[in-house]
């Protein structure tokens, strides 16, 4: 596989030659079934017309609802605190707050995140092709391409938006709207993506291997390459950049809205060992000040 840095990330994710590693199709309702009608995994027209699916079902949706929501459903988790807040926070209310904008409030997040761990790569865990059935049922119980669209819009924004809110979290300047916005800057959660050579391109430059850097005057067709996000595209680019920037960013602040409740996490952050998300493992946090010691620490004066 050949790696190129973030500074060619505009240039070659806009490339029509190179194109997301195709899904293989699979039996109806299962995981492969769902990798192969999304539009992640598609391009040229297919690609066109599953994007504008999920398009339009992100469109309507009130950005400010989203960041409310996002809130109190946070607020309403960290009530069990002391928790882990990637996995009762950062995974869960994202998965809750979309399920809701999708008109399907009983979506059992647990399902989502069974998906989204087998479906970047494909590699079906035992139950995952149940956790597909199961949100195929949730949102009618048909199999068609609206359907995959609606998964998927959860299953990406599963593991994506936790690693921005965990990101943020651990980097320890903040929970503000600005601290969001200098996790993407200077560590974004997706710091790569992948691309396949269809047929020969003219990309020449500099491949960002971590020996000596290698010329690279043309790309085989079927030749697998790791392109850097950085900054400057952390949502990614061209006719494959993230649609739901957005609904990220206001699910994101709401939830980090209400973390601002509660004290700071303390010591280092582990993060888990994942090829292109930087996905902190586990972010423990205390049970947040009750309203009468705040208020008393408020009123108190040194004696």
């Not at 669209?149 to 299953?155: D, E, K, S, T």
């Not at 992948?194 to 020969?200: G, L, M, S």
């Not at 939830?255 to 303390?266: D, I, M, Y």
Request: net charge negative.
């Amino acid at each position: 596989m050949i790696s190129f840095g973030a500074d060619r990330a505009p240039e070659l994710l806009a490339d029509p030659g190179l194109v997301p590693p195709p899904a293989a199709p699979g039996p109806t309702g299962g995981l492969a079934w769902l990798r192969a009608g999304v539009a992640r995994f598609a391009s040229g027209e297919a690609h066109a017309r599953r994007r504008a699916l999920a398009a339009d079902l992100l469109g309507p949706m009130d950005l400010d609802v989203l960041r409310l929501r996002a809130e109190i459903l946070a607020c309403i988790a960290l009530e069990d605190a002391p928790l882990d807040v990637m996995d009762r926070i950062a995974r869960d209310v994202p998965v809750r707050v979309l399920a809701e904008a999708l008109d399907a409030p009983g979506i059992d997040p647990a399902a989502v995140r069974t998906i989204a761990a087998a479906y970047p790569a494909g590699d079906a865990a035992p139950g995952t092709d149940e956790a597909v059935a199961a949100l195929v049922a949730a949102f009618g119980g048909v199999p068609d391409e609206p359907t995959a669209a609606r998964i998927g819009l959860l299953v990406q924004a599963c593991e994506a938006t936790a690693a921005l809110i965990g990101g943020t979290l651990a980097a320890g300047a903040g929970l503000s709207p600005d601290a969001i916005a200098a996790r993407l800057r200077d560590d974004p959660p997706v710091s790569a993506t992948f691309r396949t050579a269809t047929i020969r391109t003219a990309t020449t430059g500099t491949a960002a291997v971590s020996t000596a850097a290698t010329a690279v005057a043309g790309l085989a067709p079927g030749e697998a390459v790791r392109i850097e996000l950085d900054g400057a595209v952390p949502f990614g680019a061209g006719p494959h950049a993230c649609p739901g920037r957005p609904q990220a960013l206001a699910i994101a602040t709401g939830v980090c809205e209400a973390l601002q409740r509660v004290p700071p996490p303390a010591g280092p952050v582990a993060y888990e060992p994942l090829p292109n998300l930087r996905l902190p493992a586990a972010i423990r946090v205390e049970a947040p000040p009750r309203e009468r010691d705040r208020e008393q620490t408020t009123v108190e004066k040194p004696r």
